[in-house]
C-alpha cells in the first residue's frame, strides 16, 4: 500500500472518529441532565464527557498535525443521530436501561474505531500519533469496563423502584 493511501485512511479514520465523538456527546449529554435515581450512572457519563472532549481534542490535534481538518458535515450528521437515539430513549418506560445497553455497544464501537486507527498510524508510520491515540482507548476501555461492572447493579435498582411504584426510568 502507497504511503498516500495509507495517510488517506488515516486522515479518513480519523475524521470518522471526530464524527464519532461528537455523536457520543450528542447521546450523553442529554442523558446525563435527565438521570434522576442513578447518580453513579450520572457521575460516570459527566467524566466520560470530559474525557471525549478531550479525545475530540487530541484528534484536532492529530489531523492538525497532518494539516487536514474534520468533516464538519460528518459531525453534523452523526450528532444528529446520537441526538434522536437519545430522544428516542427518553419516552421508553426503561430508559436508563436502554442508555446502559447502548451505551455499552457504543463504548465497544469506539473501543474497535481506536483500536483501528492505531493499526494504521502503525502501518502508515505514524508512530509518534499513538500515544493520543491509545490515550482515548483507554478512556474508552475503562468506560465499557465500568458500563458492564454496572449494568446488573443498575437493572436491580430499576427494578426495585418500579416495585416500589417510584419513577425508576432515569
Avoid: C
Amino acid at each position: 500500500m502507497s504511503d498516500d493511501k495509507t495517510r488517506e485512511i488515516f486522515v479518513t479514520g480519523l475524521r470518522n472518529a471526530h464524527a464519532m465523538e461528537n455523536q457520543a456527546l450528542s447521546i450523553m449529554k442529554p442523558q446525563v441532565k435527565r438521570i434522576e435515581n442513578y447518580p453513579e450512572m450520572a457521575a460516570m457519563l459527566q467524566q466520560h464527557i470530559n474525557e471525549t472532549q478531550g479525545q475530540i481534542d487530541r484528534i484536532e490535534e492529530i489531523l492538525t498535525s497532518l494539516a487536514e481538518d474534520h468533516s464538519t458535515l460528518k459531525d453534523l450528521a452523526l450528532s444528529l443521530t446520537g441526538s434522536l437515539a437519545a430522544l428516542g430513549h427518553s419516552v421508553a418506560g426503561d430508559e436508563i436501561l436502554k442508555n446502559s445497553m447502548a451505551n455499552f455497544a457504543f463504548e465497544n464501537f469506539e473501543i474497535a474505531a481506536y483500536k483501528s486507527l492505531i493499526t494504521i498510524a502503525e502501518l502508515g508510520g505514524y508512530a509518534g500519533l499513538v500515544s493520543p491515540l491509545q490515550m482515548s482507548l483507554d478512556q474508552e476501555v475503562a468506560m465499557a469496563a465500568w458500563l458492564e461492572e454496572n449494568l446488573r447493579p443498575t437493572t436491580i435498582k430499576f427494578a426495585n423502584l418500579k416495585e416500589a411504584g417510584q419513577t425508576a426510568k432515569v
